[in-house]
Structure formats: structure tokens, C-alpha cells
């Protein structure tokens, strides 16, 4: 099918962007890599009266990495973003998420930023930006202001985005680095086929004392609640695997759809927090002297 009809709107700057959205409010939607928008208005799920295609806005495509963790700007691609050894080395989630998105073809074009502004609770990078407690920072006419994951996905393709906003970055908390404790992290999902949206999806992060001692263990999960979810797990670890598994289970809200029931969901949230919770911490446990991975 063919989209809707649209005036097509070109800026070059974040102002020119942000001045286009503040005028046409809620007839209007951002269009980035046009990956997850193109196929929602050919199917017509939205018709907005006015595209604003940002990608030729200038200074966008930038990735910052320093002490405090990885910050992207709303035009990198999931490729760019992937393929960044330094973004990788501050927070080592971003590629062990990444790799699992779509298929090549598709990050090469859709963006990281385009991923959370869409607020697909399938999304690996919604998982990972809640587990970390990252933020994205958004701009209209009205000024700029920065959102925290928490406070930014409110339900299935939802966010507390206004209309007229437009992100314009994403920050990615980098590995905590406290003397004497060292951290691993590991993502796993299950899709019906490599590439396809994850059946359940779970990344893990794990810290540990000198002596290798449990610190804390954090879970977030996709595609088994409305929004990411993100699970403390650390006391149930300490306890047994078996209790932090059943938490997992009984934490998770799965739906059933064409492809899994809601209890083949749970029960993958089960048998995959067992795994990157084990892979998490044999890592932290590996990692010889405050280098995390
Ligand atoms: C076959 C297929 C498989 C896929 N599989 C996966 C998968 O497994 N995991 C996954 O996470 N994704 C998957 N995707 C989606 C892909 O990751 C998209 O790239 C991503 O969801 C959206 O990024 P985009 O740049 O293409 O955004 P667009 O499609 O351009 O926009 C998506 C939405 O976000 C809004 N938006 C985009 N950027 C901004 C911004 N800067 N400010 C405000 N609003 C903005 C748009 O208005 C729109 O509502 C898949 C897509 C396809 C077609």
C-alpha cells in the first residue's frame, strides 16, 4: 500500500526542525531512518499531514564517549553505533544489544534515537537505555529538556514525547567503575528467526566485590510488558538461581500473539535470565582488575 498524502518538510538545523514540529504539532511526525514510520503509514496506522525529515539536519550524527558513558546523536545509525569500539569499551550493552536489532540492511538506515523515540517495548535499545538508566534530551521551540528512561516510556509505542519535540540525543550510562568491584554484562533473546523481533529478550548487569562476592544483578526485559522492564534481582540470586528465575517469571506481564502464547514468554524469561545472569557474572568474576565487559 501507499502512504497517505504528506507535505514533505527538508530543515537543516535542529532550530529550523524544531521551528517546522512547533508549527505543525500533532499534524506532524519526525521522519529519521524510516524504518519502523515508513511501514506504519503504508499500512496506514498514522497519516500525519507533514513529514519533517531531519536527515540533513547538520551535527546529529555524533557519538560522545566520556567518563560519564556514551551519548548519540539522533542521526547515528544502529551501524555507526555498533561498529564504535570506544562507545563498545564504556558501556559494552550497546554492541551485545545492538547486533541482535533487525538485519543489516536496517541498521544501516534506521536510527538508535528512532528506535527509543518509537517506544517499542520489542526494542532491544528501549531495554537497554531503562536498564541503565539512561535519558534522551529532546528539543522544541519551547527549550530543551532531558527525560529519563523511567519517566519516558509510558506504554506500547508511547512516550511522553510531545508532538512538537524532537529528540535530539540519547545518553547511555557507561559501566560503573567503584574501587574494588568489577562488572559484566550480557544480553540474550530468542526470535523466531535471526534478524525478527525477539520472542523475550534479557540484558543483565551484574557487579561483584574483590572477593567475587554478588554486589548487584539488574535485569531489563523486552517484549514481555507494555513498556521495558527493568528487575532487581540481586537478593534473589544471593538466595538461589532458582529463586531469582521464578522472580523473573512472575515480574514479567506477557501477552499472547501469533507467534508465542504468554506463558512460552514467561517461560523464556525464566530460562534466559538464568543464562545472562551467569554469563554477567562469571564475567565481572573474570575481569582482572576493574576492566568490565
Ligand atoms: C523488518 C524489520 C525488523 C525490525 N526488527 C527490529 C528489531 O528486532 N529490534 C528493534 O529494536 N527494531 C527493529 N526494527 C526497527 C528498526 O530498529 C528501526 O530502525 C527503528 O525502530 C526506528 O528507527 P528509524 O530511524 O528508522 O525511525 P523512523 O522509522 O524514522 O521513526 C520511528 C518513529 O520515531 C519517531 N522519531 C524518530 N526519530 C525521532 C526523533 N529524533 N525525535 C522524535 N521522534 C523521532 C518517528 O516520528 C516515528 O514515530 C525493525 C524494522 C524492520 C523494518
Known amino acids: ?32 531512518g524510516g524504518q519502523s514510520l515508513l511501514p506504519v503509514l503504508a499500512m496506514r496506522l498514522a497519516a500525519p499531514a507533514h513529514l519533517v525529515d531531519i536527515n540533513a539536519v547538520e551535527g546529529l550524527d555524533t557519538i560522545t564517549v566520556d567518563a560519564s558513558g556514551v551519548t548519540i546523536g ?22 551485545q544489544a ?27 535499545m528501549t531495554s537497554v537505555l531503562a536498564l541503565l538508566g539512561g535519558s534522551i534530551t529532546a528539543q522544541s521551540t519551547r527549550g530543551a ?42 544480553f540474550a533473546e530468542i526470535a523466531r528467526r ?23 544483578l539488574r535485569c531489563g526485559y523486552l517484549s514481555v510488558s ?11 540470586w544471593n538466595d538461589s538461581e532458582r529463586a531469582a528465575v521464578e522472580l523473573a517469571r512472575v515480574g514479567v506481564d506477557p501477552s499472547s500473539d501469533i ?6 514468554r514467561r517461560s523464556l524469561a525464566g530460562v534466559l535470565t538464568a543464562r545472562v545472569a551467569r554469563t554477567a557474572i562469571a564475567k565481572a568474576r573474570s575481569v582482572p582488575e576493574l576492566r568490565a565487559g
Request: proline share 8%; aromatic share 4%.
Open 1 to 32: 500500500m501507499k502512504p497517505p498524502p504528506f507535505t514533505w518538510h527538508g530543515p537543516r538545523s535542529v532550530d529550523e526542525a524544531i521551528a517546522v514540529l512547533g508549527e505543525v504539532g500533532s499534524e506532524g511526525k519526525v521522519l529519521a
Open 74 to 95: 539522533a542521526l547515528v545509525r544502529h551501524t555507526g553505533l555498533l561498529r564504535h569500539p570506544a562507545a563498545g569499551n564504556a558501556q559494552p550493552l550497546i554492541p
Open 98 to 124: 545492538l547486533s541482535c536489532v533487525a538485519h543489516a540492511t536496517i541498521r544501516n538506515r534506521g536510527t538508535t534515537v528512532g528506535s527509543l523515540a518509537h517506544a517499542d517495548p520489542s526494542g532491544e
Open 145 to 186: 529538556r532531558t527525560i529519563a528512561a523511567a519517566d519516558f516510556f509510558v506504554g506500547p509505542l508511547e512516550s511522553t514525547l510531545a508532538p512538537d519535540e524532537l529528540v535530539v540525543s540519547a545518553h547511555f550510562p557507561g559501566t560503573v567503575r567503584e574501587p574494588g568491584t568489577t562488572s559484566g554484562t550480557a
Open 194 to 216: 535471526h534478524g525478527d523481533y525477539a520472542l523475550c529478550g534479557v540484558a543483565a548487569i551484574a557487579r561483584v566485590d574483590a572477593g567475587g562476592a554478588l554486589l548487584s
Open 226 to 236: 507494555e513498556v521495558p522492564l527493568v528487575l532487581e534481582l540481586t537478593d534473589a
Open 259 to 264: 507467534h508465542a502464547t504468554a506463558e512460552y
